[in-house]
């Protein structure tokens, strides 16, 4: 029931921009965590990006400090992720995820490749 689809993943040269979105559907998402990851090639998945579905406070793995910026317009169930900056060691699938104590639900994802 629960549908996450992310989108706007493409080829970028180095740095260049990327906004990618993360369009919810199948309930209401009221105190749940959003989440960006992304897994590069022959690596373990990484954490990219937190926030909460309500707005607030956010937090960035260190290496995208500065580049990269999560939002949400809870209006149209949208999670963003701005992307400036890129660099080639940004290249990866990345996923939304979102979630709560009980649930947690994973979007397909979107391929981003950057290069130099």
């Known amino acids: 029931q629960v549908q996450l689809v992310e989108s706007g993943g493409g080829a970028v040269q180095a740095g260049g921009s990327l906004r990618l979105s993360c369009a919810a559907s199948?309930?209401?998402?009221?105190?749940?965590?959003i989440r960006w990851f992304r897994q590069a090639p022959g690596k373990e998945r990484e954490f990219v990006a937190h926030?909460?579905?309500?707005?607030?406070?956010?937090d960035y793995a260190d290496s995208v400090k500065g580049r990269f910026t999560i939002s949400i317009d809870t209006a149209k169930n949208t999670v963003y992720l701005q992307m400036n900056s890129l660099k080639p060691e940004d290249t990866a699938v990345y996923y939304c995820?979102?979630?709560?104590?009980?649930?947690?639900?994973w979007g397909q994802g979107t391929q981003v490749t950057v290069s130099s």
């Open positions: 995820n979102v979630g709560s104590v009980i649930h947690e639900y």
């Open positions: 199948g309930r209401t998402f009221s105190g749940y965590y």
């Open positions: 926030i909460m579905w309500t707005g607030g406070s956010t």
